[in-house]
């Protein structure tokens, strides 16, 4: 069973406008979520995080809003730049929990066309 | 400062060879953790380090699957007798406080023959 899911497999958008990425998550022990991009034959580097007491976080061009009641989080990035391309994965896990291991979504492909 | 390093960064092997897959945290980082990557698939947890002790093992897919951790630095991941379902790229990550964020080495990509 996918805790996490990303529904969007695929997304293309114009540099200089909005890129929303979606994620759904079922398991309400989850209070702490993330969001990594990831290039080709790289690790993922984290980008924002937010914790389950708030419902916006933003950092510069990326903006995430988490929606406790319907499970579901959202990355925003404005304006997006051809550099953004790139794999996003939405992660989650549970502060309270031992480990703080990350459950991930399946990704979301971002091109940004010039 | 340096960040998450694995080695090797490619690893070829035939089926049935045992392969070790090694990964140095960030200084101080008292987290340490193992995920793969399958082809098309999003990232999958196998273990988690506090410290030298393994609290959990729960992602570790089979008793081929063995990791340990020395001197609550770096971790080696084995795997013995390598099946094609192995084939993946295998990602470490540390962490330093509780409510932090995960960082990623480069990972190691294992092709199994």
């Known amino acids: 069973d996918q805790q996490v899911k990303q529904n969007s497999p695929s997304l293309s958008v114009q540099e200089g406008r909005i890129s929303i990425l979606n994620c759904d998550y079922t398991n309400s022990m989850f209070d702490y979520f993330l969001w990594y991009k990831k290039y080709p034959a790289e690790g993922p580097t984290f980008l924002i995080s937010i914790s389950s007491i708030k419902d916006k976080n933003e950092d510069g061009r990326f903006t995430v809003f988490l929606n406790k009641s319907a499970k579901h989080l959202s990355l925003h990035i404005v304006p997006s730049q051809p550099g953004d391309s790139a794999v996003y994965f939405c992660a989650a896990s549970g502060i309270k929990a031992a480990g703080n291991k990350l459950t991930f979504g399946g990704g979301t492909r971002v091109l940004v066309k010039p | 400062g340096a960040g998450v390093s694995q080695s090797p960064s490619n690893k070829v092997t035939e089926k049935g060879k045992d392969v070790e897959l090694r990964c140095d945290p960030i200084?101080?980082?008292?987290?340490l953790y193992w995920y793969r990557q399958s082809l098309g698939q999003g990232l999958e947890f196998l273990i988690y380090?506090?410290?030298?002790?393994?609290?959990?093992k729960s992602g570790l897919p089979s008793d081929r699957f063995s990791a340990e951790r020395t001197g609550g630095s770096v971790s080696t991941l084995t795997i013995q007798r390598t099946q094609q379902e192995d084939s993946a790229v295998y990602l470490c990550?540390?962490?330093?406080?509780?409510?932090?964020?995960?960082?990623f080495g480069p990972g190691t990509r294992l092709t199994v023959t």
């Open positions: 990550a540390s962490r330093q406080k509780r409510e932090s964020e995960q960082y």
């Open positions: 200084s101080g980082h008292t987290a």
């Open positions: 380090f506090q410290g030298n002790s393994a609290p959990d």
